[in-house]
């Protein structure tokens, strides 16, 4: 183990224990140990904060920025006046009528962009309907982890060929290689699952450590609108350009994220944000987050700690001839090590070394590979796990220890659902 891999370990660790204490805010933790990682020689200067350039952190900087120019327009009220509809006897329904709509969100926009819109438009419920934004949070982050890119749609389109070039020159039989659509339907049932255990269980969970979000993103009040008539048209039409390019990303390339910042360029030199209302929404702390956990998993790559834990699976795995147990094994441990590593790079290199087990055993390797792909959506525990799980746990400053009586139950469900799915499908041994 060469120092690199200890430094990367040591930061991740007491990250892990600053974010428990929630003593400090999560951006400064995060920015901090992207300094330590800088310093130590782990990570160069352009590594370490390349996140400010990253086209993620961009996109929720401006989606949080042109939420707020929303906030200045009648459209608060009026949604206000709409969700009157529901009183405080009938959260069920609304309930279930806000994952819904969250679910169809989530198949067309970003994830991140779609809890920040619901939860906006959640905070002008009256106070009678019972349902308190900060208490949705992060139940819509579990059900992101659950359907995330698993409509075939967009990006969600591509992930069984994704899969394929994870394996490429390790499974070269054809009929060993996923088909369009097989992801999909392996995810339905945990998604159902899941959204089920929300329902239930949403009410149940911890608020935010004040009850209320963090100020980029709430509502301080819901009046009538005090910009002219043609800067809220303006507004309105700023953000259906906005979210119509995110529906067709996969047709627009880069210009996916440059025409949301010119948008956001619009709403300043019309004087509809002023300039330090800019820079807050902007320059604020979960862009500071983002950019120190993109620091962070580029070091775990980076360094060789990542391939180190992957290895971990091979004596994990090869004491039983039991598919089902193998199929557990591998869903497990990928979600667990995915709560520290980016999805996509657990997933590239747990779903290679998998498929490389599989095919030495004798097995399909469709199993093992959908099981590293799917579990490694599963970070919703802690907020390493992704820059969304990073941003759903900003919002609140929520405390991740007081979630995990709910979260790990969920996540264990998950992983269950998700293997007895996979061995239905693909039987590890036919």
């Known amino acids: 183990m060469n120092f690199g891999i200890i430094v990367t370990f040591a930061v991740v660790i007491v990250m892990a224990a600053l974010f428990l204490q929630g003593k400090y805010s999560f951006g400064l933790i995060t920015m901090a140990c992207a300094v330590v990682l800088v310093m130590t020689g782990v990570l160069t200067i352009p590594e370490a904060f390349a996140g400010f350039s990253n086209s993620s952190v961009i996109l929720i900087a ?26 405080g006897k009938r959260n069920g329904m609304l309930v279930a009528g806000i994952i819904i709509v969250f679910l169809i969100m989530n198949t067309v926009l970003p994830d991140m962009v779609s809890i920040a819109l619901t939860i906006t438009f959640l905070q002008y419920l009256p106070e009678e309907s019972g349902v308190k934004p900060s208490k949705m949070v992060i139940p819509l982050m579990a059900i992101v982890a659950s359907c995330v890119y698993a409509a075939p749609l967009g990006v969600g389109a591509t992930q069984d060929f994704l899969v394929n070039t994870y394996v490429s020159g390790v499974v070269v039989d054809p009929n060993y290689l996923m088909q369009f659509g097989d992801l999909f339907k392996l995810r339905i049932p945990t998604i159902i699952v899941t959204c089920i255990y929300i329902f239930f269980m949403w009410k149940k969970m911890p608020d935010s450590a004040t009850g209320t979000l963090s100020d980029e993103i709430r509502v301080s009040g819901i009046g009538e609108s005090t910009l002219k008539k043609w800067q ?8 259906v350009v906005v979210i119509l390019v995110m529906i067709f990303n996969t047709h627009l390339g880069e210009l996916m994220y440059m025409i949301p910042a010119a948008a956001v360029c619009v709403l300043g030199f019309t004087k509809i944000l002023s300039p330090k209302e800019l820079i807050t929404n902007i320059a604020s702390d979960t862009s500071w987050l983002y950019v120190g956990i993109l620091a962070v998993t580029a070091a775990l790559t980076g360094s060789g700690a990542a391939d ?6 091979l004596p994990l795995i090869s004491w039983t001839n039991n598919g089902f147990i193998v199929i557990l094994l591998c869903c497990t441990f990928t ?21 490389s087990v599989a095919l030495a055993a004798g097995m399909d390797p469709r199993s093992l590979m959908a099981a590293c792909m799917i579990s490694g959506f599963y970070a919703f525990c802690f907020p390493s796990g992704s820059v969304t799980c990073a941003f759903a746990f900003s919002l609140g400053n929520y405390n991740p220890v007081k979630f995990l009586k709910y979260t790990l139950p969920l996540l264990a469900i998950m992983i269950i659902v998700t293997s007895v799915t996979i061995y239905i499908a693909f039987p590890p041994f036919p």
């Open 62 to 87: 401006v989606m949080i920025t042109m939420t707020a120019a929303l906030q200045k327009t009648s459209f608060p009220l009026k949604i206000s006046q709409l969700f009157r509809i529901f009183d």
């Open 232 to 239: 809220e048209y303006l507004v309105y039409v700023l953000f």
């Open 308 to 313: 180190l834990i992957g290895e971990l699976l």
């Open 335 to 355: 979600a667990i090590l995915t709560t520290f590593l980016s999805n996509t790079g657990t997933q590239a290199v747990m779903t290679s070394i998998a498929a």
